[in-house]
């Protein structure tokens, strides 16, 4: 533990938290567990006074639920003031000029020639996300666009009976919210205190096209790569969790 070594009462006094809430925080997982030479003692280093300055502003400012926080900051190794000043600057600037069109479920599902229960097991998987107004669901522009895909995927042969359930999507899922937590991750670390928003904004945009582009590409190559030497796993490979998940941004 590197630093100044702070007792509790030391924290307490530098935070203007107590106790008690900061022993919240370590159950909940949004501080790390501090330094226990001894049964009955414990030393916290300075890093802990700026992460829980960084969860009240948090709640203060924005006004995120404890979970939305533990996904931001967990990990072993969570971000500094500066990132986390950046991812949240640029919070509502991207894809400002995207279509913000909205359809009821039930519409989606009969255009799409899917059952309503299926696009609702999407939503059970995480695929899509529902949003209930005025006692309906409906989807935004992003979600729409997902069924349809899906609705492409069972004309394309992937049928239930085969196996090809919407629970399947659940690989992706893990391994996304992984992967997206790791591009913040090294997103952040290079461009926060460095640049204006604006900038950040523009090459975060850019790069979540791109790097999709390229993405794909992997993808097929490696895919191709399997097949051609016959490397079939018989055992479902283990996906990223979000417990190992570095963080959420």
Same mark, same amino acid.
């Given at each position: 533990?590197?630093?100044?070594?702070?007792?509790?009462?030391?924290?307490?006094?530098?935070?203007?938290?107590?106790?008690?809430?900061?022993?919240?925080?370590?159950?909940?997982?949004?501080?790390?567990?501090?330094?226990?030479?001894?049964?009955?003692?414990?030393?916290?280093? #300075?890093?802990? %006074?700026?992460?829980?300055?960084?969860?009240?502003?948090?709640?203060?400012?924005?006004?995120?639920?404890?979970?939305?926080?533990?996904?931001?900051?967990?990990?072993?190794?969570?971000?500094?003031?500066?990132?986390?000043?950046?991812?949240?600057?640029?919070?509502?600037?991207?894809?400002?000029?995207?279509?913000?069109?909205?359809?009821?479920?039930?519409?989606?599902?009969?255009?799409?020639?899917?059952?309503?229960?299926?696009?609702?097991?999407?939503?059970? %998987?995480?695929?899509?996300?529902?949003?209930?107004?005025?006692?309906?669901?409906?989807?935004?522009?992003?979600?729409?666009?997902?069924?349809?895909?899906?609705? #492409?995927?069972?004309?394309?042969?992937?049928?239930?009976?085969?196996?090809?359930?919407?629970?399947?999507?659940?690989?992706?899922?893990?391994? %996304?919210?992984?992967?997206?937590?790791? #591009?913040?991750?090294?997103?952040?670390?290079?461009?926060?205190?460095?640049?204006?928003?604006?900038?950040?904004?523009?090459?975060?945009?850019?790069?979540?096209?791109?790097?999709?582009?390229?993405?794909?590409?992997?993808?097929?190559?490696?895919?191709?790569?399997?097949?051609?030497?016959?490397?079939?796993?018989?055992?479902?490979?283990?996906?990223?969790?979000?417990?190992?998940?570095?963080?959420?941004?």
């Amino acid at each position: 533990m590197s630093g100044r070594r702070l007792k509790m009462k030391d924290l307490e006094r530098a935070t203007g938290v107590g106790r008690e809430t900061i022993r919240f925080y370590i159950r909940e997982g949004l501080l790390p567990q501090p330094e226990r030479p001894g049964r009955n003692v414990a030393w916290y280093d #300075e890093s802990f %006074v700026d992460r829980i300055a960084v969860i009240k502003e948090l709640q203060r400012k924005r006004y995120l639920p404890l979970h939305a926080i533990k996904s931001l900051l967990g990990g072993d190794t969570p971000p500094t003031r500066a990132e986390v000043d950046t991812l949240l600057a640029i919070d509502g600037k991207l894809f400002r000029d995207a279509p913000a069109a909205a359809a009821r479920l039930s519409d989606v599902a009969h255009r799409t020639g899917l059952k309503a229960a299926e696009v609702r097991h999407l939503a059970d %998987v995480e695929a899509i996300e529902v949003a209930t107004r005025d006692g309906d669901q409906w989807l935004e522009a992003d979600a729409i666009r997902f069924v349809e895909l899906w609705a #492409e995927f069972r004309r394309a042969g992937y049928h239930e009976t085969l196996g090809f359930g919407p629970e399947k999507l659940r690989v992706y899922v893990d391994f %996304v919210r992984w992967l997206a937590r790791e #591009e913040l991750r090294i997103f952040t670390q290079g461009v926060a205190g460095r640049l204006d928003v604006e900038t950040v904004a523009r090459m975060a945009e850019r790069g979540i096209d791109l790097v999709g582009r390229m993405l794909l590409l992997l993808r097929k190559g490696t895919l191709l790569r399997y097949i051609a030497e016959g490397n079939v796993p018989r055992d479902a490979a283990t996906a990223p969790s979000d417990a190992a998940a570095p963080r959420r941004g």
